[in-house]
């Protein structure tokens, strides 16, 4: 088992930035690669990126890739997003989740693969 939880979400005007944090308990933190996910109101749940177990490769949506950048320190067992000129279409609960099974690219952003999630933090973005 893994504990996850966000935070840094808030209210930001377009182009500003945000971090997001995930901080994760239980288990092994470096044993499992990690993901960050947004989903906004009436929307699925949708991949925004990936990280290695050692933090040496990474993964990004289309969406997002360019403006956010997601990074891991395995010694303070936590994940974080780095969202850059953040637009009104990136409001969403922005969730990080843990896999223990390899992915690589695509494959890793699955939804099924991640077998624990944290609650989500609230990331608004206005105009």
């Known amino acids: 088992q893994v504990q996850l939880v966000e935070s840094g979400g808030g209210l930001v005007q377009a182009g500003d930035s945000l971090r997001l944090s995930c901080a994760a308990s239980?288990?092994?933190?470096?044993?499992?690669?990690m993901g960050w996910f947004r989903q906004a109101p009436g929307k699925e749940r949708e991949f925004g990126a990936a990280?290695?177990?050692?933090?040496?490769?990474?993964y990004y949506a289309d969406s997002v890739k360019g403006r956010f950048t997601i990074s891991r320190d395995n010694a303070k067992n936590t994940v974080y997003l780095q969202m850059d000129r953040l637009k009104p279409e990136d409001t969403a609960v922005y969730y990080c989740?843990?896999?223990?099974?390899?992915?690589?690219?695509?494959?890793?952003?699955?939804?099924?693969?991640?077998?624990?999630w944290g609650q989500g933090t609230q990331v608004t973005v206005f105009s």
């Open positions: 989740a843990a896999r223990s099974s390899y992915c690589s690219d695509y494959g890793c952003s699955s939804r099924g693969g991640y077998a624990y």
């Open positions: 239980g288990r092994t933190f470096g044993g499992f690669i």
């Open positions: 990280i290695s177990r050692n933090g040496v490769s990474t």
